[in-house]
């Protein structure tokens, strides 16, 4: 690639646990002569998603080109964080063929999209693509409705039920600004379910969208890169429900991280992690844990009380064994002393 050829840029949007990371991990692993940089902008204090990337010790993928904003949203950081991590990666020898960008599963696209448009950056880059994830069941399920008004009524005539929505704006936010839709997890969804999900999606859509079904995150690279859509110049195709609002908050939701020490029992460390689900309300659990006796890192994710762990790499020798935990929530369900006390075992289920 000349360096005067603008560099094409993928954002990775998609609710919480939709499957970003396992996406972005088959594309390193299956680059098809590509040489791409990843930048991983997530939501609390550590960095999970960097670790799991990281630990696919992929020879041509170099630690060097997963960079890392742990600090918040990109389009609130841009100025300071997000422009300098770009011309890093570009000042690489050699330049990367292709960047991809996971964004927060709470971060808004739009901004980011629109920071794109900067000087500093519009002679460089150019937005290939926006894909959005979404988690065929969850989706089926209902729980991003396509009639928001119905779900208003609803909310009204109930008392005990908040009146804000605030996932299911982050959901069709990222859904009106995508390019291509990949539904994940479509065998836990079903036939009927991902029926079901192409319906609201479709609904939700401000025009026809492309709907993939992908499993573990295998898709041919050829589907979603190389796009060309130019997203910066394509803003008033990509409507928010924030336009007119320059800043946004995030108070909506809240993260915490759990330090634990090494695990005797990986079952019952899962049992407590579906725990949070059932009885907190906690939406996203992501991290990884040393297991007393096994030289591997057991690697944890979950998306409610659906709770995925795998041992992924070995302990290097002078890395210290611990167990950390990311935890995601609506803001009015963070009880830190209640995660802290399911997770270490000293709250006992309730009968």
Known sequence: MSTLEKLPVTVITGFLGSGKTTLIRHLMQNPQGKRLAVVVNE???????????KSCAIPDCPAENIMELANGCICCTVADDFIPTIE???????????????????????PLLKAFDWPDIRSKITVDGVIALADAEAVAAGRFAPNVAAVDAQRMADDSIDHETPLSEVFEDQ?????IILLTKPDLAGPEGVARAREIIAAEA??????????????????????????????DARPSHHDGHD????????????????????????????????ELNILRVKGYAAVQGKPMRLLVQAVGARVRHQYDRPWKPEEE???????????????????????????????
């Open 321 to 351: 064994r611990r167990s950390r935990l990311v935890v995601i929530a609506e803001h009015d369900d963070i009880d830190a002393d209640a995660i802290r006390g399911i997770l270490t075992g000293v709250t006992e289920a309730a009968e």
């Open 88 to 110: 890093a990666l570009m000042a690489l020898d050699p330049r990367p063929d292709h960047i991809l960008i996971e964004t927060s599963g709470l971060a808004l696209p739009k």
């Open 206 to 235: 401000p025009r026809p969208l492309p709907v993939v079904e992908v499993a573990e995150g295998a898709v041919d690279v050829r589907v979603v890169l190389g796009l060309e859509a130019a997203a910066e110049d394509d803003m």
């Open 247 to 278: 800043d946004h908050e995030h108070d909506d939701f809240e993260s915490i991280v759990v330090e634990l020490p090494e695990q005797t029992d990986p079952a019952r460390l899962v049992a407590n992690i579906e725990r949070l689900a059932n």
């Open 175 to 179: 859904i009106s600004c995508a390019d």
């Open 43 to 53: 939501f609390g204090d550590v960095g999970v998603d960097g670790e799991i990337l």
